[in-house]
C-alpha cells in the first residue's frame, strides 16, 4: 500500500510541475536558411538556399514508472523499507486477528468444545469497536510511512490524525466498560448451562437435554463471518452499525487519498470529525440495550 501512495504521490508531483509543457503543441521543426556559397571561378549561385531542421524538445507523459527511476537510491531504500515494514504490521495485524481473540468479544471465555454445524470449533464474534481501533492504527501508519518516505520528515502527524486513532481507542474503551456493565441474557443462560452440567449433583437424565441447550445457546454467541459479527445485534442488522462501519470506511480512504495528493496528513474540518463522533456515541447508546457483540 505504501509503495503504490508513494508512486502515486511522485506521479502526482511530476505531472503538476510541467503542466503548462505539456499543454503546449506537439513538437515544431523550424527552417533555418543557409546561403551557400559558390566555388572560386563559378558564378554565383542566385536563389539557391539551403535549410536546416532543428527539432524542439519533446514533454512525455509522466508515468509511474518514470516517477520510479527519478527516484535517487536513497528514497527508493525507504521504499522499500516503507513497504516491508507497512506489509509486516498489516500481516502481523490480519494473522493475529483470524488466530486469536484480538478483535473478538472478551466473552464468553470457552465454548466447552461445542461446534459447528459444518463441525468447526466456534470462536467468539468479531467486535465493531475493536476493528475500528485496528482500522485508524493501519490508517494513521500507512499515512506516516508515505508521508516519510517522499519528505524525509518525521513530524508528519496532525492532531486530526491523533484524534481519528483516539477517537478509534476510545470507542472500544467505551464498548469494553458497557459490556463489563450490562447482563446478556443469551450469555447468563449458557453459563447457567455450565454451571449444571459440571454440578456433580446433576442428574445423568439431565445432561442430555442440558448438552442440547448448551450448543443451541453457543451458537448464538458464536461468530458467524466478520461482516455479520460486526453489524449485527440481538435484533439483526442494526442501521446504526452500519452508518458507523461505512462512515469509518468512507473518511479512512479519504484521509488516504487527502495524504497522497496534497503530501501531508488533511485537516478534516469539525464537522467529519462529527459525524464519527456521532455514530461512535450512537453505537455506544444502543450497545447498552443489546444483547450479543
Partial sequence: ?????????????????????????????????????????????????????????????????????????????????????????????LYLAMSTDMLRDNTPSTFAGVTSATGKPLRRAFSLAQSQMAWWFVIVLAGYLYLFLVTGELDTLTGQALCLMGLGTGTAMGAAMVEQNKTNPILAAYQGVLARMADPATPPADLPPLTATRDTLARQLASRDFVHDILTDANGISLHRFQTAVWTVVIGVLFLIETVVHRKMPDLDPYSLGVLGISAGTYLGFKIPEQPN
Fill in 1 to 93: 500500500m505504501t509503495a503504490l501512495l508513494a508512486l502515486l504521490g511522485a506521479g502526482f508531483h511530476m505531472m503538476a510541475v510541467p503542466a503548462d509543457a505539456q499543454t503546449a503543441p506537439p513538437a515544431t521543426v523550424t527552417g533555418t536558411p543557409v546561403t551557400t556559397a559558390s566555388p572560386p571561378g563559378m558564378p554565383p549561385a542566385s536563389g539557391v538556399t539551403l535549410t536546416t531542421a532543428t527539432p524542439t524538445a519533446t514533454v512525455g507523459e509522466a508515468s509511474l514508472a518514470l516517477a520510479w527511476k527519478s527516484l535517487p537510491q536513497s528514497q527508493k531504500t525507504l521504499a522499500v523499507g516503507s513497504v516491508l515494514v507497512l506489509v509486516a504490521v498489516t500481516a502481523a495485524l
